[in-house]
């Protein structure tokens, strides 16, 4: 029998929000074990975040090129994608280095476990063989997984997830995408970009179907004018793989084919193993339930993607600072997602915070909403090929108060930063009329929507 080791704090997955508390904890004195089974840092630098961005910063250079009149032709604005690869892969090691993260892990203090842990009871958490008796905090930071839809025929096939995505070495000549969500569509357009023809098919009637439906439709017109089928309100039947092309099967009867399936249908906070039984909680909970300070039963926190809030680094990062202030016993306020950012890195780039118009009636809020293309702003007209884009504000109308906004265009995620700001802190709209917008900028849209906003 592995003999028990005292320790202050384990925490179970060392993904952004894991490695940040168990740092933290480190840093200030207490004795922590950190538990990975795969790379410290977990899936936003090396399979998601991080490398997708790179990928479409260089599609985007390549987008850019071909808009300036009388440069060149589109069949003459070409890119190796080897290099491109390349680049992702090494800067990906020199900037978050597995080896580097342990380190620096260990120099604050900590131990740490390459392997899988479960709870064993109150208390008692199992890692590796090894058996330790925590004194004041068990951090649950497990992440998500890929979320795969029951498509007949999908698990007989080598189907791509995010991670074969960014990992490949040369654009396929064609590529089907399944989902048509924030990471199907930028992928979607990434690799287009890159020459590849692409197809993708997402079940709901519009792109993006957590966002407001004008962007959806704005961003299906954008990536067919780049040449991408777009199949919206297409439910997946079947799929198989016939002389090394996929071949899907819609529930029209349609059928799309390609070099490469990528599934992109979204992600679920992943449980399996933890041995949340042995703490009183469901292991076959959809997410880890947690209270305003990522409590989620005695002596057990839950920080990131297992808590199934909103799955993105940000959150991560948010919830560990809330957890490591609470274990140390330092008052603060409870997590709060009333303006919860979402980015979406396409070109345009959509950016919105808070409630889309569609959840905030259904919330029983008494809706306003203003609406601004940006073409027909200043710097939309100046900005000319590349443009499109738009912004949406939602209001309240019987507290005169944001309660959330979209922000599409170029930069679309750099502008929503004030309205973040406006729909945190309820500033009213009243007082967002009088503001000043600098000019000519694109944030200036939000003047206009404003406008269209209407009075009180």
Not at 296 to 316: E, S
Request: glycine letters at 12%; one cysteine or more; aromatic letters at 4%.
């Amino acid at each position: 029998m592995a003999r028990v080791q005292e320790v202050d704090a384990v925490v179970i997955g060392m993904g952004v929000g894991g490695e940040h508390a168990a740092e933290r904890l480190a840093g200030d004195g207490l004795d922590v074990v950190g538990v990975e089974a795969e790379l410290v840092g977990g899936e936003c630098p090396y399979w998601a975040c991080i490398p997708s961005k790179m990928m479409i910063r260089a599609g985007n250079l390549l987008a850019g090129a071909r808009r300036v009149p009388g440069m060149a032709g589109d069949a003459q604005v070409v890119a190796d994608f080897a290099p491109v690869a390349a680049r992702i892969r090494d800067e990906a090691t020199d900037n978050w280095n597995d080896q580097v993260a342990v380190d620096r892990f260990t120099r604050k203090g900590g131990r740490f476990v390459r392997g899988r842990a479960r709870l064993a009871g109150p208390g008692r958490v199992e890692a590796n063989g090894q058996v330790f008796a925590v004194r004041r905090a068990v951090v649950l930071a497990t992440g998500s997984r890929p979320q795969i839809p029951p498509v007949p025929g999908l698990e007989d096939v080598p189907y791509w997830t995010n991670r074969q995505a960014v990992s490949v070495k040369e654009p396929p000549a064609s590529l089907l995408v399944l989902g048509g969500g924030a990471v199907g569509v930028e992928l979607v357009q990434a690799f287009a970009r890159f020459g590849t023809a692409v197809t993708v098919v997402e079940a709901m009637e519009r792109l993006l179907p957590a966002e407001e439906p004008e962007v959806g439709t704005l961003l299906a017109v954008v990536l067919a004018e780049e040449g991408i089928t777009v199949r919206t309100g297409a439910r997946a039947t079947g799929v198989r793989l016939v002389d090394h092309a996929f071949r899907l099967t819609l529930e029209s009867g349609e059928e799309v084919a390609g070099q490469h399936l990528l599934v992109a249908t979204g992600r679920r906070p992943h449980l399996t193993g933890l041995g949340l039984e042995t703490v009183g909680l469901d292991p076959d909970a959809r997410a880890l339930a947690v209270d305003g300070q990522m409590r989620a039963a005695q002596g057990v926190w839950g920080v990131g993607d297992v808590t199934g809030r909103g799955l993105f680094t940000h959150v991560a990062m948010y919830q560990a600072e809330i957890a490591v202030r609470d274990i140390l016993g330092r008052p603060g306020p409870d997590a709060d997602y009333q303006a919860l950012p979402r980015v979406t890195f396409t070109d345009p780039e959509v950016g919105s915070v808070g409630l889309t118009e569609q959840t905030a009636r259904e919330q029983g809020v008494r809706v306003r909403t203003g609406v601004a293309r940006v073409p027909s702003s200043a710097r939309g007209w100046i900005h000319k090929a590349g443009n499109d884009g738009l912004i949406k504000l939602v209001a309240d109308t019987d507290r005169g108060v944001l309660v959330g906004a979209t922000s599409a265009g170029p930069a679309g995620g750099e502008v929503l930063y004030g309205l973040a700001i406006a729909v945190q802190s309820e500033i009213p709209v009243e007082r967002l009329r009088h503001m000043m917008f600098g000019y000519p900028t694109f944030h200036r849209a939000v003047e206009d929507a404003l406008t269209d906003l209407g009075q009180d």
